[in-house]
């Protein structure tokens, strides 16, 4: 099979690779779309130790059913599925009670660190126990439903803060996770939602899909009820801290700095509640459904649609920067 392969910060490789053997429960899946997420651009960089090579990247996608695995009864060949990006036991504590995302056994797709490698859906097969799958509708683009795992990333996000009716809401980045932290802020009814970004055409979609506000950081604070942090880097927490009133809550989404400092003296004299969120825990079905629906709409954030083959020099605009314009970059196997 093709695969895009990381074998070196900043380099990135076409291959030939074996299609993927199949486990007892496992599937094949024939990848139709898979998003570049930040955290693989970031990972591209070779900085920030969580994308060890040789690796396939890539962890938001969709696809056909290929082939099917011992075991596996509730699916189909030529299935249309999509699948969460966090490959959990199914049978812990944590997943009996859908905290998949804290599965203690659990492995991301795309991701290696020291103990743990899984290779990831930027190849034209992948293969993911089927309890991970999730059955997508004919109505349903390939396209928007590898929207899918950043849609229930942010669903999961505003689970992890308190109800947001009448409040004030301070989403700090306007990437693709601030985005979609902003469509499932939204569902609710805050009184003022604001968006900040350095990236003036994040801005314009985020004012397109829903924020009251938009503007570039600015050096004061915004008395939000409830803030977001979308970026991960200590400049943003610090203006997460600094623009979130006293007894406020600020929900952590950024993950690009492992030990950014925190003014500790700060959140204790406001009273501030610090939350984590990280990737999703159960939300895939509600996302699906939001979307099938058109409750939320990634269609706004998706930028390009690319070749497998034209993975390298989409990754190297991504990391340069050299096109503001592009948010969501999807690959096609």
């Known amino acids: 099979m093709k695969a895009l392969l990381y074998t070196a910060p900043f380099t990135l490789k076409l291959e030939d690779l074996p299609i993927p053997a199949l486990a007892n429960g496992d599937v094949l899946v024939r ?20 994308r060890i090579p040789p690796l396939i990247m890539g962890h938001e996608a969709a696809g056909v059913v290929a082939e ?17 990006s966090t490959v959990y036991c199914n049978t812990c504590t944590a997943c009996a009670n859908r905290k998949f995302n804290r599965c203690a056994r659990r492995e991301v797709l795309g991701v290696s660190v020291p103990g743990m490698k899984r290779h990831g859906a930027m190849a034209e097969y992948v293969n993911l126990p089927a309890h991970s799958l999730h059955p997508i509708p004919d109505s349903l683009s390939f396209r928007h439903a590898a ?6 990333i942010g669903l999961h996000a505003v689970c992890r803060a308190p109800g947001l009716d009448r409040k004030r809401v301070l989403i700090i980045g306007a990437g693709t996770i601030g985005l979609c932290v902003l469509q499932a802020v939204c569902l609710q009814d805050p009184r003022e939602v604001i968006v900040t970004d350095l990236n003036a055409h ?16 600015a050096d004061y604070a915004y008395e939000a009820d409830v803030t977001f942090e979308a970026v991960g880097i200590a400049p943003t927490i610090e203006a997460a801290i600094r623009g979130t009133q006293p007894g406020g809550h600020i929900v952590l989404v950024g993950n690009a700095a492992q030990c950014p400092p925190v003014d500790i003296q700060a959140v204790v ?18 996302a699906l459904a939001r979307l099938t629906s058109g409750q939320l709409n990634p269609e706004p954030l998706i930028s ?5 083959e034209d993975g390298p020099l989409a990754f190297d605009r991504l990391q340069q920067g050299q096109s503001p314009e592009l948010i969501k970059v999807l690959l096609k196997p």
């Open 31 to 50: 990848v139709c779309a898979v998003g570049i997420c930040g955290s693989d651009v970031l990972g591209y960089t070779g900085t920030t130790g969580r």
């Open 68 to 84: 099917l695995g011992p075991g596996v009864q509730d699916l189909q060949v030529n299935q249309r599925v999509c699948f969460d």
């Open 147 to 152: 929207m899918l795992e950043p849609l229930a």
């Open 202 to 217: 994040r801005l314009e979609v985020a004012r397109h899909i829903g924020a009251g506000v938009t503007e570039i950081p």
């Open 269 to 286: 004299a406001k009273e501030l509640i610090l939350a984590g969120t990280y990737a999703s825990g159960g939300e895939y079905a509600e």
């Open 304 to 308: 390009a649609k690319m070749s497998l």
